[in-house]
Each structure stands twice: as C-alpha cells, then as structure tokens.
C-alpha cells in the first residue's frame, strides 16, 4: 500500500499542475469574455470511475498511472504554450 500511495502521490501532483496550467490558459484566453458555456461544458464530463467498486478502481488505477502522468504532462505544456499564445496578444 505504502508503494501504491507514493504512485499515486506522483499522479496527482502531475495532474494538480495540468490542472493549474490550464486554468491560467483558460484565464488569459478568456480574459474579457462570457466563460459560462466553457463552464457548462466542463460540468458535463463523465466520471465513470464514480460508479466502480474499491477492487476495480485499485486495478484500473494499477494500470493507468504512467498514462495519467504522461497525459498530464503533455496538458501542462499544451497550456503553457497556449498561455504564452494568448499572452502575446
């Protein structure tokens, strides 16, 4: 468990900064704009792991870790090229 608790402390701190990256994206690209459609948008993504048991969640996160990281990291640098995009504006 102790393993699997560092694993997923590495998940969550890429996708925390994904996350960080995009909204500043998001900010500077919206900076004047209405952003209630991107909002409700947003509010729609599906959260099928919502609805799995503890035994398959553990397996599919055993199995997704590296592409999560990955995925967040290339989110990151999508939105700080986006960021520096709308900044020189």
Known sequence: MKESTKLQHEVDKAQFQAAKAEAKANFEENRGHNTF?????????????????????????????????????????????????????
């Open 37 to 89: 459609a991107k909002a409700k948008a947003d509010a729609k993504k599906n959260w099928d792991d919502a609805h799995m048991s503890p035994a398959q969640r553990s397996t599919k996160m055993q199995q997704e870790r590296e592409s999560q990281i990955a995925a967040a990291k290339a989110r990151t640098e999508a939105a700080n090229q986006r960021y520096e995009a709308a900044k020189k504006k």
